[in-house]
């Protein structure tokens, strides 16, 4: 059903300004330590939210953190509905871990990708890109990433909906030649390297665990081990059963 408060930005960002505000009164009034409120649900919290409400002025409330009725209606609706949890899933780091602020090493870029490999050679990348500069005040922090997770995996699921994976492998996939073509890029990095200039080298070498681990992540003994076995069981069963006597072919017994 549609939310009876129409989406929009003004909606959203003072319901998720006021939820911020409730959600650090809860951590005061039950004494908890900032690292600890990542632990928190959204149902403990609209819950708290729904028995206390009461408790604060309204006009008060609205002025001390800046926000219009529009606000207040739209998160009583939240309360009321049993999708409320639901709804606050995906801005849940914004709300658990808004107190962190900005980082000290600021981020330049964050990129999210799944990697789609078929036996036949053939490649895709599902790709998210978001530069700090698209952000308002060009600031990635803890929260907000943590709220980009949730979107990227959308993004994938999406693709996966609208065009399945014979059709990503028919409509986008590239021939890639499996393993060897790889090796042989990889080993012509490491003849090329030390041609280049020396300040230059750890940073290439860098980049080359950085391009291995993105697409061909390195395996455990354990794991490798159990890997040869998986896939020596699934060629056995790929196999054609041998021929044997059977019916009339058997003979006089």
């Given at each position: ?35 600890k409120s990542v632990e928190y649900l959204p ?180 794991a490798k081990q159990r890997l040869e076995y ?24």
């Amino acid at each position: 059903m549609p939310d009876p408060i129409p989406p929009s930005k003004q909606r959203d960002e003072e319901t998720l300004r006021l939820i911020q505000y409730f959600f650090a009164e809860m951590c005061q009034a039950e004494g908890t330590p900032p690292e600890k409120s990542v632990e928190y649900l959204p149902e403990y919290l609209l819950e708290w939210i729904f028995n206390n409400l009461g408790h604060y002025d309204r006009d008060q409330v609205k002025q001390q953190i800046g926000v219009s009725d529009l606000a207040l209606d739209f998160l009583t609706e939240i309360l009321r509905s049993t999708g409320g949890p639901l709804m606050l899933a995906p801005v849940w780091p914004l709300i658990t871990m808004a107190h962190r602020g900005d980082p000290r090493h600021r981020v330049k870029l964050l990129s999210f990708s799944m990697l789609i490999t078929w036996d036949d050679g053939v490649a895709f990348p599902v790709t998210v890109s978001l530069p700090a500069e698209m952000m308002e005040g060009g600031v990635i922090n803890d929260a907000f990433l943590g709220s980009q997770v949730a979107k990227a995996h959308g993004v994938f699921m999406r693709q996966l909906v609208e065009d399945t994976l014979d059709g990503m492998h028919d409509k986008y996939g590239t021939p890639m030649g499996g393993d060897y073509p790889f090796e042989v890029l990889m080993g012509s990095f490491l003849k090329i390297i030390p041609q280049l200039k020396p300040e230059l080298h750890d940073h290439l070498k860098a980049y080359m665990r950085l391009i291995q681990s993105l697409l061909r992540p390195a395996l455990t003994p354990q794991a490798k081990q159990r890997l040869e076995y998986l896939r020596a069981k699934r060629r056995a069963a790929d196999q054609p059963p041998p021929d044997t006597p059977g019916g009339w072919d058997l003979g006089p017994g």
